[in-house]
């Protein structure tokens, strides 16, 4: 297990989230956090792609194994840590494949529409070869809500988008950014919710350094 761990952020907001997470289930673990909000910016106005070198500039110079909190660049960054001798883990990860284990109907549910392709093709991916059904809605207006720190409006909306799902058409529901944690306690379905921090957490800091 390692005991330090670079998380790649692209919101302040994500911080104290897995600090509070380390503090819990992790003491001793040391967190290493760079935020670098303007990655999702370009990622979503031009494409994951257009932010390949600045990726493998933060990578390389982590010294270490990291944690990719950030869904939308979370493939392109597992793809470069081969040639760059560096483990990387997207933080989606352990939830898709606890969400296929769960049952063949997903619902993935996003608050930015970037993410939802990336996240749909995780699935597939870790379903293996598994019949799996997976339907996305995007959450509107609540990234609007996150982005201007208003974070309980923002929650209240996922949660409200959680218990929208209907129980015949879901075996599990998926919220596809780590932003969206918080708001599986709020939500009152009998649905599983999976969210990511935790177990992408405890996943990052068993990679081998």
């Not at 989230?17 to 956090?33: E, I, K, M, N, T």
């Not at 910016?41 to 909190?69: F, H, K, M, N």
């Not at 950030?70 to 597992?78: H, I, K, M, N, R």
């Not at 959680?162 to 709020?186: C, E, K, N, R």
């Amino acid at each position: 297990m390692v005991t330090e761990l670079t998380l790649l952020h692209t919101s302040p907001a994500h911080v104290p989230v897995f600090d509070a997470l380390r503090d819990r289930d992790h003491p001793g673990a040391v967190l290493r956090h760079v935020v670098v909000p303007d990655l999702l910016d370009r990622a979503r106005a031009q494409g994951p792609e257009s932010v390949v070198a600045d990726l493998r500039a933060l990578l390389g110079d982590a010294g270490g194994p990291v944690l990719v909190t950030c869904s939308t660049l979370g493939a392109v960054a597992e793809a470069l840590a081969p040639g760059l001798g560096v483990p990387v883990l997207r933080v989606d990860r352990p939830m898709a494949s606890e969400a296929v284990r769960t049952g063949p109907r997903i619902v993935v549910l996003a608050t930015v529409e970037s993410t939802l392709a990336p996240t749909g093709e995780l699935l597939a991916e870790e379903a293996a070869g598994r019949r799996v059904s997976v339907r996305t809605h995007l959450v509107e207006g609540a990234w609007e809500l996150f982005a201007a720190g208003d974070t309980t409006g923002h929650l209240a909306a996922v949660a409200e988008a959680v218990d929208a799902v209907a129980v015949a058409d879901a075996d599990v529901i998926v919220l596809a950014q780590a932003s969206m944690a918080g708001a599986a306690p709020l939500a009152r379905t009998r649905v599983p919710v999976l969210s990511s921090p935790r177990p992408g957490l405890a996943a990052a800091l068993r990679l081998r350094g």
